[in-house]
């Protein structure tokens, strides 16, 4: 492996010795969520960290000696290098905190958690949307906790799409393949130290794997890569981007997740005693635990019984695009010879992903997993309900409440959504220790004692910041494209830090409804026009490339940026990423959502808005439900667009523009600076992923990590 430090001198050889740990940190995202690490690699060269997009391995490899060399002399620089060096081995080394020695005590090997996605990092751009950063932050804040976990993904290396709009608006997609010797990942090497190559077992033509490894701090995540000369050209292409459209190259992607993933793991001698399915792609991974019971002696309902007692899974969405469901002419081009194995007939075996509701659309990976799962939830209270009514006709026997699909609601981490410089305002009114602490709910109620005064100064700055950011990236775009002038204006070139802002950025599937606010055109240009008290709004998000609505959604958004009836006050900035919605959800003053109910299972986007202290005006569902309390921001039901947008409308007239502009002599509008305070309070402990994967432990793990020893006891 490359931490090994041999290997790391030969990719870095220019690094010198005194200073070496840098590639060892580079190479662990540890360094993403500690801004202490991330200042190691700025103090070095800003303007390179910036060229790098914020991404140490990159950094390291183009930065000149000279550079290094003068750091590696630099008494100052030596001293901020051992002591986050020493903190980072530390908390690698360390032992598990109090919570996971809880877990270690039943004597069981890892959790493996298995998902289709991760939004981590910009630089690795593995992720679609929500469902990905719920995975990058559980592991995150697993490696925080010490929760012993291995995860399973792909390396996809053209990411899910990257975003190019076109001057009459229409969403297209720019060819950008991974550099991947230039991303903080690793490749994992065979004892002849090469790239360990696994075979996907039971497929014929075979489809081999070339396995990754990312370091999330402690809990190593394994990334399948097909696209290796061993492949034929079809087959390279099965990780080539997410959620690929073609229903069978889908179903070879979820063979190669669920089946090629748990033969990596054998492979690299990782024995797992729970499983957790983050939705229902990788879910096969689940036969393959059944069948390997099975070859040992077996039956298949023992076998059935033991994986499901030790198997967590959770449904995302309730939207039925979220749903895979395979035909069966498909399942048996590729599982024919599986049945047997399992001791199954087809139709006894097919009828395991039958959803009861429509039994000839095909086999349902998410009623599948429901099935054969013990230990089920949905993301948010509202969405078990939700997930409850969708799914009960699985359980014809038993009343809806008694439908075993409970709900954990999704939480972020804390330390990746929240802006350094809150951080810091954070440190000096919560006490230093808040970030350890901060599931606590006792810790923010502190939050009062930060002089209004230094919150929106704080708060000021960080919006500067968007803003500059947004004007960077068109003055970019104007320079190296030629692009039209309009394209400049449509980038946001004409937004004004004083205006009230408000921001919306999230995937543009239909359901969420981005072009809601448009609803009544001469209403919103009231708005934006307003010479004293102006509105102004800022788009970002990426429709589905097989998603013709949801372009057409964007493009009648862009649109409205080039008109000069709205003033300039309206901005889309292309290419939504994991940065600019860092960007975004500090730096805006109100987040907006408004997705049709109940179709927005949690929502997290909002969180890291109202962490940061920018309130929520949202449609009660998902987590808002659970989040509002009249105080920290605003709600309304949903009853259609007419109504909803009527709503937003008057709440934006009657109450949040007029409470924006309240300043007062002081120059700080003391009353909305009250709002962002109860936001940041409601947020910091409930709906951390600190919080969510305490509930999973509490909730399921414990459970299934002491049914797992009970079986290998027996
Ligand atoms: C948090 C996040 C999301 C999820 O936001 P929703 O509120 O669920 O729509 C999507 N994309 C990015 C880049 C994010 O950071």
């Known amino acids: 492996m490359l931490q090994d430090a041999g290997l790391l001198r030969d990719r870095f050889p220019h690094v010198p010795d005194r200073i070496a740990g840098l590639g060892e940190l580079a190479y662990n995202l540890w360094w993403s969520w500690h801004p202490a690490a991330r200042m190691l690699f700025k103090m070095l060269d800003r303007p390179a960290w910036k060229e790098s997009v914020h991404n140490p391995v990159k950094m390291l490899r183009e930065i000149p000696r000279e550079i290094l060399e003068s750091a590696a002399g630099n008494p100052d620089y030596l001293e901020h290098y051992d002591a986050v060096l020493e903190r980072f081995h530390n908390e690698m080394g360390g032992k598990p905190c109090w919570f996971a020695e809880n877990i270690l005590d039943t004597g069981c090997s890892p959790i493996a958690y298995f998902s289709a996605e991760y939004g981590l990092h910009r630089s690795l751009p593995f992720y679609a949307g929500g469902l990905g950063f719920l995975a990058g932050d559980h592991l995150k804040e697993c490696s925080d906790l010490g929760i012993p976990l291995v995860a399973m993904g792909f390396m996809y290396p053209e990411g899910y799409l990257r975003q190019k709009i076109r001057v009459d608006g229409w969403q297209e997609h720019v060819d950008e393949i991974l550099d991947r010797d230039a991303a903080p990942i690793e490749r994992v090497l065979n004892d002849k130290g090469q790239q360990l190559v696994v075979k996907v077992p039971f497929i ?131 599982f024919s010879h599986y049945y047997p194995k399992l001791g199954l007939d087809r139709d006894v075996f097919l009828q395991l992903g039958i959803h009861p509701e429509q039994p000839a659309a095909g086999f349902n990976m998410t009623a599948f997993a429901l099935r054969m799962s013990a ?130 950025a999230r995937r543009f599937a239909t359901y969420k409804r981005a072009d809601l606010i448009f609803h009544d055109l001469d209403r919103l240009k009231k708005f934006l026009n307003s010479r004293w008290r102006p509105l102004q709004i800022i788009f970002a998000g990426k429709a589905h490339p097989a998603d013709d609505e949801g372009k057409r959604i964007l493009q009648r958004i862009f649109n409205f940026t080039e008109n000069p009836d709205f003033a300039g006050r309206i901005a889309f900035v292309e290419d939504y990423d994991e940065q600019l919605a860092q960007y975004m959800v500090h730096g805006v003053d109100l987040w907006l959502n408004n997705p049709v109910p109940p179709m927005e299972a949690c929502g997290t986007s909002g969180m890291k808005a109202t962490l940061n202290g920018v309130p929520h005006l949202s449609i009660l569902d998902g987590w808002w439900i659970e989040g509002f309390n009249g105080r920290n921001g605003w709600g309304f039901p949903g009853f259609g667009d007419d109504r909803d947008a009527e709503a937003i409308y008057t709440l934006l007239e009657s109450e949040i523009i007029p409470l924006y502009y309240k300043i007062e002599d002081d120059g700080i509008p003391h009353q909305w600076v009250k709002v962002m305070k109860e936001a940041i309070k409601n947020t910091g402990a409930g709906f951390s992923a600190r919080r969510m994967v305490k509930e999973y432990v509490n909730k399921f793990y414990h459970k299934a990590l002491k049914s797992a020893a009970s079986e290998s006891a027996l």
């Open 204 to 334: 014929d033509p075979p489809i081999f794997v070339a396995v990754w490894k990312v370091s999330v701090g402690k809990v190593p995540l394994y990334l399948m890569d097909t696209d290796i000369e061993l492949n034929d050209p079809w087959n390279r292409l099965i990780s080539a981007h997410l959620y690929i459209g073609d229903m069978e190259q889908r179903l070879r992607q979820e063979i190669v997740l669920g089946i090629g993933g748990r033969e990596v793991l054998d492979t690299l001698g990782i024995r797992h005693s729970v499983l957790h399915l983050n939705e229902g792609h990788p879910a096969f991974a689940i036969l393959e635990r059944i069948r390997e019971r099975i070859e040992d002696g077996m039956g298949f309902d023992d076998a059935a019984r033991q994986v499901r007692d030790t198997t967590v899974f959770t449904t995302h969405t309730p939207v039925p695009a979220g749903h895979d469901v395979f035909p069966f002419h498909l399942m048996d081009k590729y």
């Open 375 to 504: 230990y089920n939830n949905g993301v948010s209270k509202r969405h078990g309900e939700v997930a409850r009514k969708m799914w009960r006709s699985l359980w014809p026997d038993r009343k809806e409440e008694d439908i075993p699909i409970d709900s954990i609601t999704n939480g972020i981490h804390v330390p990746t959504w929240i802006e350094p410089k809150m951080e810091l305002l954070f440190n000096k009114y919560l006490g230093e220790s808040w970030l350890k602490d901060h599931d606590n709910p006792d810790i923010w109620k502190t939050v009062d004692d930060i002089p209004d005064e230094e919150l929106w100064q704080a708060y000021i700055w960080v919006k500067i910041k968007l803003i500059n950011f947004i004007r960077e990236q068109a003055r970019k775009r104007w320079v190296e494209e030629r692009n039209s002038p309009l394209n400049i204006i449509a980038g946001g070139t004409l937004l004004d830090p004083m205006a009230f802002t408000m921001g919306f």
